[in-house]
């Protein structure tokens, strides 16, 4: 039997058993087919057509236009994913990601102008700025949950957009903030064509690191918490630590994402850098795409950022994209909770092949195995029946024999010690007792003059 610490799966467990003599080879349970592994080259191959296409796209762009438009959806695709890191994994809906996203931006243009860092020392150093900013911020605001932690988010993006439109002296206020090109001798095209590598690359490196944390340890710590904060901390997860580390891992993903952006554009304005809208498509990306999946939020920045860009070319500045962007997230709420990459993924497995664990047999085939087992499970029962019987005792062994007799005798003495009147059975009823009626029991219980040796005496 196995106990609690054989952690062995059923089929190794059954294959360690040893196999009694004579038992053959068709005793053993048969092995289940092996598995093509056709999702996982799917997989491979589809990541290395989105790596082609990626690379591919700054040559093929035909303008300089389409090409920031790429741009921007790369960063909307960096942004995503580095908020998929907070809601994704613990199920913590935060709108207030944007404030990091400024808090980048903004830190890598005051570092630039005001202390004459190199443009991606001040890059990183920003990043590292809002790492510490992200760890008393989150302290707090992760002691709530639900719609309290979504209030906040909103809070603290809405604190931070006061604080720079006011301080004109120090963030240019309403005014804006002119950041140094880092490049400043490549033409636009050229610009934009290493700007998007740039993106590519900070893209590639945030799925990587979603991709470890996602088989991980730690990972299965936090979707613990998604699932179920409570049990999880009851198990002994630690879920505050947990949580903690993920809010600043996301945060920091998105400061370097709005550090970026602002060595990229060179323009920067409060107003869009701290703007609720731009935690929003956040959201809204992560969940088109979907949250669980490691390309979620790029599927949803392609289709969101293209179609904003599309409404903004079309319709100027009118609100359509807002509505657009309305409308979009209705349709994911109501028919894609789970996002299109999930219910893409359970379209094909209800439409494809289905997995079975019963192998189908004809009849014929079915004989046949079962006149190749007889033999092998005939065989031992012989053997045994020759040995002496069921308990493997053989005639003629005298320790058997003197066994045998002693068990007689004993059974003897305790039917001479038995008056005649006493019950060979159990009083009571039930599974083990008298197949007698309640009135003959009850007759039984009453007491008896005994005849035996024992009253004599």
């Known amino acids: 039997m196995p106990n609690a610490s054989d952690t062995r799966p059923a089929s190794r467990r059954a294959a360690a058993r040893p196999v009694p003599d004579g038992a053959g080879t068709a005793a053993a349970p048969a092995a289940p087919p092996a598995r093509r592994p056709w999702g996982r080259v ?130 240019g206020g309403s005014d804006g903030l002119v950041v140094p090109r880092p490049f400043p001798d490549m033409l636009r095209p050229e610009h934009h064509r290493t700007f998007f590598y740039l993106f590519a690359g900070l893209l590639a490196v945030m799925l990587l690191a979603w991709w470890a944390i996602d088989r991980s340890r730690f990972g299965t710590g936090l979707k613990a918490v998604r699932e179920d904060e409570d049990k999880a901390q009851a198990l002994g997860v630690p879920t505050r630590n947990y949580k903690l580390v993920a809010y600043v ?41 979907g949250v669980r999946h490691l390309f979620g939020p790029l599927l949803g920045a392609v289709i969101v950022g293209t179609g904003l860009e599309y409404f903004k070319l079309e319709f100027g500045d009118t609100q359509f994209h807002l509505v657009a962007t309305a409308l979009l997230l209705g349709v994911v709420v109501l028919f894609m909770p ?31 195995r079962n006149r190749a087992a ?20 053989r005639a003629g062994d005298p320790t058997a024999e003197r066994t045998t007799a002693v068990g007689q005798e004993t059974r003897e003495g305790a039917a001479a010690t038995e008056g005649p009147g006493e019950d060979e059975g159990p009083r009571r009823g039930g599974p083990g007792g008298s197949s007698r ?14 005849t035996g040796p024992e009253e004599d005496r």
């Open 437 to 450: 009626g309640t009135s003959e029991r009850m007759e039984d219980a009453a007491p008896r003059p005994r």
């Open 374 to 393: 007889a033999p092998a499970t005939t065989a031992p029962a012989e053997a045994t029946t020759d040995a002496g019987g069921p308990s493997g005792r």
């Open 249 to 289: 891992v996301s945060a920091t993903f998105t400061g370097l994402a709005g550090g970026m952006y602002a060595l990229w554009f060179g323009d920067l304005d409060p107003i869009f850098q701290f703007s609720i809208m731009l935690g929003a498509y956040m959201v809204l990306m992560a969940l088109l795409g």
């Open 42 to 171: 799917a997989r491979l191959v589809a990541l290395v057509v989105l790596a082609v296409v990626v690379l591919a796209f700054p040559t093929a762009a035909p303008n300089a236009y389409i090409l920031s438009a790429g741009i921007v959806v790369l960063s909307y695709a960096c942004t995503a994913t580095a908020w998929n890191f907070m809601g994704g994994f613990t199920g913590y809906v935060s709108l207030g990601h944007a404030a990091f996203f400024g808090l980048g931006a903004y830190g890598t243009g005051l570092l630039i102008r005001d202390l004459g860092l190199p443009s991606f020392v001040a890059w990183l150093a920003a990043g590292a700025i809002v790492l510490l900013v992200t760890i008393p911020v989150g302290i707090a605001a992760l002691r709530v949950r639900g719609a309290s932690f979504v209030i906040v988010s909103i809070a603290f993006v809405l604190i931070l957009l006061l604080v720079f439109q006011a301080w004109g002296t120090f963030t």
């Open 338 to 368: 789970d996002g299109i990459i999930p219910a893409a993924q359970a379209l094909v497995k209800r439409f494809g092949p289905q997995d079975s664990s019963i192998r189908e047999m004809t009849a014929a085939e079915l004989l046949e």
